[in-house]
């Protein structure tokens, strides 16, 4: 089992899970082209993939799902909530495969078995997921304003972690942002502080863990250190062990053994 991501950030997230034959996408915030150069960068070609699973409908999870989906014919699972909101994306005549799923029901896509979960997040029903090839788990988790009891429960013995760092407290609030946007980002539906990123992370079973990147960094409001620092603190290891989801150039496939 391995992982990589095409970008992270908001300017457009993908992640792209593989187990032995089977390759899934989670979420497509990129263009066409942009998605196919950034695939191309992981030595996978459209055709390759079994499925896009989608988190929720933000443009920069879901704006480029859909056509790219439609061009290459290739199945999407959603929830019902982000099919609704997720209207605006589709091409005018298509013959996508929808997958409309359960937030709480765990489904297998090929050789990959995907169990989705609820976050609080200012969507319509969003989810992230943990992937698993029935030995090893991959635990996903970003645009979420809190952690939950659930949420922790999902991600606990995970052999692997992409976990939002999106910003820190004091850059949010001294920022260039508006003070709704701040109240936004910062508040129970919007995106994990590093420090709540490092609560979360301290209340999981943590003893399998072999990868943990922090993802969905702000360019604004937070910097790769101090995100770096806050999951180190916890884990106590060397702050270069903690991997960082780029923007422009995600990260490169990381193997679960």
């Known amino acids: 089992m391995r992982f990589a991501s095409l970008g992270s950030g908001s300017a457009g997230n993908s992640l792209v899970v593989e187990v032995q034959d089977t390759k899934l996408m989670l979420d497509c915030g990129f263009g066409i082209k942009e998605t196919l150069s950034r695939l191309l960068r992981l030595n996978i070609e459209p055709t390759n993939l079994a499925g896009i699973v989608i988190t929720h409908e933000h443009d920069d999870h879901a704006g480029g799902a859909f056509k790219f ?3 290459y014919k290739i199945p999407i699972w959603l929830s019902y909530g982000t099919l609704k909101m997720a209207s605006r994306y589709m091409p005018n005549q298509h013959d996508i495969q929808l997958n409309v799923i359960d937030s709480h029901q765990a489904f297998a896509i090929d050789d990959i078995e995907v169990q989705p979960y609820p976050v609080p997040h200012d969507a319509r029903e969003p989810i992230q997921c943990v992937f698993s ?3 090893h ?3 996903v988790l970003t645009d979420v304003g809190r952690s939950t009891p659930h949420i922790e429960y999902q991600l606990s013995a995970c052999h ?3 976990l939002e760092c999106n910003h820190d407290a ?3 609030k001294s920022g260039p942002y508006s003070w709704a946007l701040k109240q936004r980002v910062g508040g129970d539906l919007g995106h994990l502080e590093n420090s709540e990123a490092a609560n979360l992370l301290a209340k999981l ?3 399998h863990l072999q990868h943990i990147v922090a993802a969905h960094l702000s360019a604004k409001n937070n910097t790769a250190k101090l995100a770096k620092s806050a999951l180190a603190g916890v884990l106590n290891c060397e702050e270069d062990w ?3 989801a780029d923007q422009l150039a995600g990260f490169a496939w990381r193997e679960i053994s």
Do not use: F, P
């Open 69 to 71: 989906a439609a061009k």
């Open 133 to 135: 090839d029935g030995n």
């Open 137 to 139: 788990r991959l635990g």
């Open 160 to 162: 692997a972690l992409v």
């Open 170 to 172: 004091s850059m949010l």
């Open 205 to 207: 079973d943590n003893s």
């Open 242 to 244: 903690i991997g960082i």
